[in-house]
């Protein structure tokens, strides 16, 4: 490997970004970082650009005149928009699919397309353009049955519905323009039944290198009741009593026959590939991917990750990565996500945070950022998940207590949390 030091720019602003920060000031080859726009922690340790994330043109100039050796593309909007494309065409290394590759979230449709010619197992599915036929079609199969508005709905979009009401509510919800363009297809699908469990994959377009598997927690509330959110907690690995040897081979069966595909379609996809997956009583089923790292995974996979990303990410886009450059250590991590009271609902910004310093004193434990902000020189929520408190540990039992021990440490008014993240790892 070389030993040349490389700036790097990183787009985006929460939690998962904050970690790809973290680790990617680790490597030896890190020159100066910069983030666009960044967060209350990730501008601590880096330089904030001001620059439209979402703009191709605008991120390859910047990168361009600022003599930028890496570009890494955290949330999905820049990738569908196209960004990874110009900073290539620019002659910059890129981490993140290119626009074609990224429909793979940024259409339901097209990825239920790819899976279909891939052979991967998923969800039975119709697509719709218009509300009446739509309307009649979810009448006749009835519920339970998932809504879903066919592109990027910034982790909204999709509605589990248990009953015809709630289905029929969801389609007209899509359709109403409450998703915007999202929702002008709307995708209908059968409902799986089972756990759910996340797998990341690197991949350069040839060789898929799988991550740790993770197992997030959607609903609101302990005990898996209440809203759908973007996730409340996480932990990492996934115990063989929850996803065996078999079903985690099949996982990454799907994930290498789902890059195979696109290529032999004249796609390269190059960056993080993140399945979503239902492991149903006859094996993982897709649930959706996503075109980049998961939200709030990556704070659990990476700091158990053995690799130096800065290599890695330009191996991913360079077409040479192999296997053994991503290995890992044998602890737990577990993190907890701190949130606005009110989240995923409306909820009140501006609200002063203490304590961080005090957790991250506590050996293995990291804060993680995600809607945080500077003003006059206090640290204020300005996102429902706020931080997203992770703890390593040799065992799964102490990393679940430091994480809970340090988020007691953590204050801010309305400060809110599941109390139950990773139980469900304990056999």
Known sequence: MSNTKVDILLLGSGGREHALLVKLAESPRAGRL??????GGMNAMAESVELDAESPVAVADWAREHGIGLVVIG???????????????????????????AQMEGSKKFAKQVMARAGVPTAAYRSFTDEETCEAYVRQVGAPIVIKADGLAAGKGVIVAKTLDEALEGVHECFSGVFGEAGATVVVEE???GPECSLLALTDGKTVVPLATAQDHKRALDGDKGPNTGGMGVYSPV?????????????VDVEERVVAELASEGITYSGCL????????????????????????????????????????????????????????????????????????????????????????MEGVTVYHAGTALSDGKLVTVGGRVLDVTAVAPTFEEARAKAYAACELIDFEGKTFRTDIGLRAVK
């Open 34 to 39: 910069y983030v666009a726009p960044g967060n």
């Open 239 to 251: 115990p063989e009593h929850l996803v065996s040897a078999d079903e985690l081979a099949a996982m």
């Open 191 to 193: 409902t799986l039944e």
């Open 75 to 101: 949330p999905e909007a820049p990738l569908v928009a196209g960004v990874a494309d110009a900073v290539r065409s620019a002659g910059i290394p890129c981490f993140g699919p290119n626009g074609d590759a």
């Open 274 to 361: 993140y399945g979503g997956f239902m492991l149903t009583q006859d094996g993982p089923k897709v649930l959706e991917f996503n075109a980049r790292f998961g939200d709030p995974e990556t704070q659990v996979v990476l700091p158990r990750m053995k690799a130096d990303l800065v290599d890695v990410f330009l191996a991913c886009d360079n077409g040479t990565l192999t296997q053994d450059m991503v290995s890992w250590d044998d602890d737990w991590a577990v993190s907890v996500v701190l949130t606005s009271a009110g989240y995923p609902g409306s909820y009140e910004k501006g609200k002063v945070i203490t304590g961080i310093e005090k957790a991250e004193e």
